[in-house]
């Protein structure tokens, strides 16, 4: 049964264990700011592809999932294309979905996904993705002995591939009938925040939360049947 809720948080491409996130304390302090009845994270919330598990990177992290594990009937992770170890959330007591759906106060229909449904190379090098995330955990239990500077910078090969914006963009305006039964698509991925209305759907994109993108973190805030996408000073 779909739930309906009031407010309503979400991010998401957080991409923790990245070098370069630095926001620990500021997606606290978003997150604080209102009794939310759900805390949505829309996918990338790990990159262990950097190097170091997922364990590694709960440890760093502990201060924002201490801070979850007190809301975790209310958090909710969404399986991103950087997420391969994300399950480990389940055993924490949180909830993993590979997409989302709630009823907003005002009867608006909503959905989230990461994103990288419409990345036709997401799509085309899946089963590249499932084998390299396989090694890596591997690497991460200490199973194998593969030079991890080299390993390290494989990944960064694979990870640095271009997302093409305005083909995601395209393939969603182009599938955007699939969402018939939806008010409100929010998805990720493409590091790109923005607010758009094709046809009848309105569709919001988080962005990131890395300075390498270019842009400030963006958090997207469902509220009495309204929804903002807000950039964080």
Request: one cysteine or more.
């Amino acid at each position: 049964m779909v739930r309906k809720y009031n407010k309503v948080f979400v991010t998401g491409d957080t991409h923790l264990g990245d070098v370069v996130f630095n926001y620990q304390d500021k997606l606290v302090e978003a997150i604080k700011q209102d009794d939310f009845d759900a805390v949505i994270f829309g996918g990338d919330t790990f990159d262990p592809w950097r190097g170091g598990s997922v364990n590694d990177i709960l440890a760093k992290y502990d201060q924002l999932f201490k801070f979850l594990q007190k809301l975790k009937s209310r958090v909710i992770f969404i399986a991103g294309n950087h997420d391969p170890n994300i399950e480990v959330l389940k055993k924490l007591g949180f909830t993993v979905r590979q997409k989302f759906k709630y009823i907003g106060s005002l009867g608006e229909r909503v959905k989230i996904i990461h994103g990288h449904e419409f990345d036709d190379a997401c799509r085309r090098w899946e089963f590249v993705t499932k084998r390299i995330a396989y090694v890596e955990n591997k690497i991460n239990q200490g199973l194998t002995k593969i030079n991890n500077e080299a390993f390290i910078r494989f990944m960064n090969l694979v990870r640095i591939n271009k997302i093409d914006l305005n083909r995601v963009l395209n393939n969603f305006r182009e599938r955007v009938g699939q969402y018939r039964n939806t008010d409100v698509l929010v998805f990720g991925h493409t590091h790109s925040p923005m607010t758009e209305e094709q046809g009848k759907v309105k569709f919001y994109n988080w962005g990131a939360w890395q300075k390498e993108f270019g842009t400030k973190p963006h958090i997207i805030i469902h509220k009495d049947g309204k929804l903002n996408n807000i950039e964080l000073q």
